[in-house]
Structures are given as C-alpha cells and as structure tokens.
C-alpha cells in the first residue's frame, strides 16, 4: 500500500480543467502581475473571511512582514510569539529590526496559553523592551483561544495577529479565521489547507488605516500610483497564474475540509487509546493543516519513524527543535515561567499523513503499524 504524507494528485484531478482553462486565459490576457484574477480571487476570499479587506501577496511569510508593517512596528520593540511554531511567525521579528518574546504553549491546543501571557510580557519588561503586540498561530489548523488572547491584549493596549498559515477555513466560537484578531495572515504554500502551485499569502483585517499601508508597502510603498513611493515597502505581490490555482481550489475547499474532519475522525477512533490525539477545544473546528499525535514518554521516536517508514508510512516531525533553542534565536526573552511544555511537545510530537483524500483502509493501515511500532 502506498501513502503520501500530503496527496495534491487526486485534488488536482477534480479541478484540472477549470485550472487549464484559467491559466490558458492568463497566457493570453499577458498580467501576469496584479491582472483581473488577482482582484476577483481577493474578493472570494473575502466571501470566507468576512474580512473588510482581504490582501492577497507573495507567501505567508510576506503577509506576516506586511502585518507588521501595517501595525507599525518600530525597531527595538517586542512581539510575543510562541517558541513552539513554525520559524516564520518569529523571524519576521528580527528581519525588521524588533524583538520576538517567546511565550509557552498548551500541551492540548499546542497554540499559546493565554494563561501564560503574563509570563512572557515580564521577560519582555525584564529585558527593557516596549513589547507592543502578540502573534498567535493556530497550529495544525485549530486557531489559538482568541477570546482569552484578545482579552489579555486589550487590557494591555497589545495589538494581535493570528498567524493562520495553518488554519485558515477554521473557525473558532463561530466565527472564521480572518476576524479573530487585528490582522490576520495566511499562506498558500502548496502543502498548507489552501495552497497555490508556487508561493503566496494573504492578509485579512477590518482596519481601513492598516489595510492602506499593507497595500502600499506590497509594491514598494507606493502612493497615489506607483513610482511615488510615500514609504519604505518590499515586492509582496501574488501572481495572477497562482490567483487562477486558488480559485479552482476555492470551489471545493469547503469539501476539502469536511473531507478533513472525516480524516481526523478516524485517526482519534483508530489511534485514541494508544497515544495522544489531537484535541479541539470547545467552540473550535479546525482545517487540520497536520494531524500531530504524541507519543508516550518512554517512546524512542527515532525508532518509531524508521519502523513507519520501513512498512510505508511517511511522517515528519512539526517541531522538532522549539524557535527559542535555534542558534540565531537564544539571545531573545523567553517567557517567565519556562517553556518546558514547548520542549516536551518537540520531543514527543510526530505528524502523520494528513489530506483530505486519505482512505480508510490507509488509516487502518497507519494504525495497524504504528501499534506494532510501539
Ligand atoms: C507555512 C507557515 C508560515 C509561512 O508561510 P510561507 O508561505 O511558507 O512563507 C508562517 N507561519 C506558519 C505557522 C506556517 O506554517
């Protein structure tokens, strides 16, 4: 039996002619750049988000650089950030000449503790930095607890984004990935719950002011048109052909995800009594970006993963060293009260296949050999 981590193949297969026939469009039209799909895409995506501006650009990691851009974020200041994600919610930090303060995460959730929010704005006030607004990430597709995040930001006048790279379609008390927080930023890397064929992002925000730098700082700070530059931007256009892949997927992302939640079903049935499944809190549904169990303690996770490999089921490890152990990143405040839940979930965490096209009779086969791998 043979298993792909992540299967765009039969996906493809359902959407490949309105694909052809889109890209052919563009091959005669010739905008490659910021043509008419790129605009008709953001406003579909507009229709998920409820978003007052949805913005689309070149990657994931662009759209969390445009964010900070938009919020205004001065050299020196600090963002609190979780240290258990992937590399780009922190590095945009530093790129801008700021500070990332890593905070812990829930054992359950994986996305930040808003209990331990506190804790990192004192390692951030300990070192002398003006910390001046919070990244949440909604890991693996389920988003953060935005309310208590929210609340705890207010409070302390902090600014909030939702890294959703991960999760965007989920929603959380009701309402969708996009409204959570000020800005919201997601990517369109191919392996991500919504992908393009290539690179690309976008940002969501009801802030009119913001909405208005991001589009400027998009194409080089541009003002009124485009060779006056009112501020200091970057090159964070989508192109169109990856405009005309989004919409094609667009048409049975719903689907997709439904498809998905039938997927992480099975697995918590399947895997439930042997190692830790996945929970949703309360409230939360999730685009199931990765399905991450956790092994017992005692596990040898080298030797599950070869064990796996050999009898054909392909995994991976999302994270296996937290952001604030990689060496560019050790001089940056950690949180006050540690982050030893962060360090355990590296060390215990292992993704298993994980698409919306995944067979129950794979699953029982992923289950079978992860039960004799134990
Ligand atoms: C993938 C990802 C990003 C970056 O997206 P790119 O499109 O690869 O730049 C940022 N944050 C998280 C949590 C991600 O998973």
Not at 131 to 151: E, T
Not at 169 to 187: E, K, M, R
């Given at each position: 039996?043979?298993?792909?981590?992540?299967d765009?193949?039969?996906?493809?297969?359902?959407?490949?002619?309105?694909?052809?026939?889109?890209?052919?469009?563009?091959?005669?039209?010739?905008?490659?750049?910021?043509?008419?799909?790129?605009?008709?895409?953001?406003?579909?995506?507009?229709?998920?988000?409820?978003?007052?501006?949805?913005?689309?650009?070149?990657?994931?990691?662009?759209?969390?650089?445009?964010?900070?851009?938009?919020?205004?974020?001065?050299?020196?200041?600090?963002?609190?950030?979780?240290?258990?994600?992937?590399?780009?919610?922190?590095?945009?930090?530093?790129?801008?000449?700021?500070?990332?303060?890593?905070?812990?995460?829930?054992?359950?959730?994986?996305?930040?503790?808003?209990?331990?929010?506190?804790?990192?704005?004192?390692a951030?006030?300990?070192?002398?930095?003006?910390?001046?607004?919070?990244?949440?990430?909604?890991?693996?597709g389920?988003?953060?607890?935005y309310?208590?995040?929210?609340?705890?930001?207010?409070?302390?006048?902090?600014?909030?984004?939702?890294?959703?790279?991960?999760?965007?379609?989920?929603?959380?008390?009701?309402?969708?990935?996009g409204?959570?927080?000020?800005?919201?930023?997601?990517?369109?890397?191919?392996?991500?719950?919504?992908?393009?064929?290539?690179?690309?992002?976008?940002?969501?925000?009801?802030?009119?002011?913001?909405?208005?730098?991001?589009?400027?700082?998009?194409?080089?700070?541009?003002?009124?048109?485009?060779?006056?530059?009112?501020?200091?931007?970057?090159?964070?256009?989508?192109?169109?052909?990856?405009?005309?892949?989004?919409?094609?997927?667009?048409?049975?992302f719903?689907?997709e995800?439904?498809?998905?939640?039938?997927?992480?079903?099975?697995?918590?049935t399947?895997?439930?009594?042997?190692?830790g499944?996945?929970?949703?809190?309360s409230?939360?549904?999730?685009?199931?970006?990765?399905?991450?169990?956790?092994?017992?303690?005692?596990?040898?996770?080298?030797?599950?993963?070869?064990?796996l490999?050999?009898?054909?089921?392909?995994?991976?490890?999302?994270?296996?060293?937290?952001?604030?152990q990689?060496?560019?990143?050790t001089?940056?405040?950690?949180?006050?009260?540690?982050?030893?839940?962060t360090?355990?979930?590296?060390?215990?965490?292992?993704?298993?296949?994980?698409?919306?096209?995944?067979?129950?009779?794979?699953?029982?086969?992923?289950?079978?050999?992860?039960?004799?791998?134990?």
């Amino acid at each position: 039996m043979s298993i792909a981590f992540i299967d765009l193949k039969q996906q493809q297969a359902r959407i490949r002619a309105k694909i052809d026939a889109g890209l052919s469009t563009v091959l005669d039209h010739g905008a490659y750049i910021m043509g008419p799909e790129v605009g008709a895409l953001e406003a579909r995506l507009g229709e998920w988000t409820g978003a007052a501006h949805n913005i689309s650009c070149s990657s994931g990691t662009d759209a969390l650089l445009l964010a900070l851009h938009g919020l205004e974020l001065q050299p020196g200041q600090g963002v609190i950030v979780p240290s258990f994600t992937f590399a780009a919610s922190a590095e945009v930090m530093p790129v801008m000449g700021a500070i990332p303060v890593f905070a812990e995460v829930e054992a359950d959730s994986f996305n930040l503790d808003p209990n331990k929010l506190d804790a990192a704005l004192a390692a951030g006030k300990a070192a002398d930095i003006d910390v001046v607004g919070i990244i949440g990430v909604g890991l693996f597709g389920q988003p953060a607890n935005y309310d208590a995040i929210r609340a705890f930001a207010t409070q302390r006048g902090l600014w909030l984004i939702d890294d959703a790279a991960q999760s965007f379609g989920a929603q959380w008390q009701g309402l969708p990935v996009g409204q959570l927080a000020d800005v919201t930023c997601t990517s369109f890397f191919p392996a991500k719950p919504l992908g393009a064929y290539g690179d690309g992002g976008a940002v969501f925000t009801n802030d009119d002011h913001i909405a208005e730098i991001i589009r400027s700082c998009r194409i080089h700070g541009m003002g009124k048109d485009k060779y006056q530059n009112v501020r200091i931007g970057m090159t964070g256009r989508l192109d169109t052909m990856q405009a005309v892949i989004l919409d094609a997927k667009l048409d049975i992302f719903e689907d997709e995800l439904t498809l998905r939640q039938t997927v992480a079903d099975r697995y918590h049935t399947l895997l439930g009594d042997m190692v830790g499944t996945p929970q949703l809190a309360s409230g939360a549904t999730s685009s199931w970006a990765q399905y991450c169990i956790k092994l017992p303690n005692s596990c040898d996770r080298a030797a599950v993963i070869s064990y796996l490999g050999d009898h054909g089921v392909p995994t991976a490890i999302y994270y296996p060293v937290p952001m604030h152990q990689q060496p560019p990143y050790t001089d940056f405040p950690q949180s006050q009260c540690g982050l030893g839940v962060t360090c355990d979930l590296s060390a215990r965490v292992l993704a298993l296949p994980m698409h919306p096209y995944l067979e129950d009779a794979q699953q029982q086969h992923i289950a079978a050999q992860l039960r004799h791998a134990l």
